[in-house]
């Protein structure tokens, strides 16, 4: 607990003063970390991955991102690097499906993080924040409550630890780091603390599937890099699930409030 508490004390305020500060330094440190988070899928198949494929797709979908050219571009980039993954797979293993699994690494990780430039860009650091702020309030509230109160298991098979109990404590403690917020963003409370639950039920579903993942490869932690904590994806979990829910919020839902 000790180490993973320097670990968080330490890489936090780097990590909110690098979206603070956005443009190059967070192009740059989502590079980095989606980088580090494909090597990190990768290890979990324990065969060659194709870094031909997983570096320049991975990177092409951030630039779609940084550039705001998801709409108009995606498809065709979708298209390109998908025929390329066939391709590469067929002559190299003649088991091209055995492979999709790096079209999902690509998908779940840089296209979930590129949702951190997304809503960091266009709706500001302060949303940004919220939804870093409602993840980290859901991670400590279920953790808290599943130790103290914890006794009806959610999904044992997947994690089995986690429990009802702790599920709502981290539900509980989301909204209430939505109410802090409410002086200072639009939605009235009431919306924020509805967005704060539901941002919590997806983060939480963020941490499961991370878990299932690891438990269908045997694996723990999907890393070490960070002390304490593992690796960038057991870290980064439960936030990649956070952001397009918020974005899709604040992109389609915000005037209705």
Known sequence: MATRIW??????????????????????ALAVLTLIGLYEFSRLYQQQAF??????????LLYLAYNGLYSSFLWVWFVLQLIYLLIRATFTTHRPLSQMWHMVAVFYIVGLFSFLWL?????GF????????????????AYFTGLSLGRSKMAPKISPHKTW???IG?????ALAASG????LEPPLIALLLLGVCL???GQMGDLVESAIKRERAVKDSGKILPGHGGILDRFDSLLFVLPLLYLFLKYLTDWF
């Open 181 to 184: 917020f409410a002086r200072y």
């Open 119 to 123: 809503v960091n860009v266009e709706y």
């Open 126 to 141: 302060l949303w940004t924040l919220f939804g870093i702020a409602i993840t980290w309030a859901t991670d400590t509230g």
């Open 7 to 28: 670990t968080a004390v330490l890489t936090i305020p780097i990590f909110l003063t690098v979206i603070y500060s956005g443009g190059i330094y967070l192009k740059i």
């Open 170 to 174: 981290g539900a509980l403690a989301a």
């Open 200 to 202: 919590s039920i997806a």
């Open 51 to 60: 870094w031909d494929y997983l570096a320049p797709a991975g990177l092409s």
């Open 165 to 167: 109990e702790g599920a």
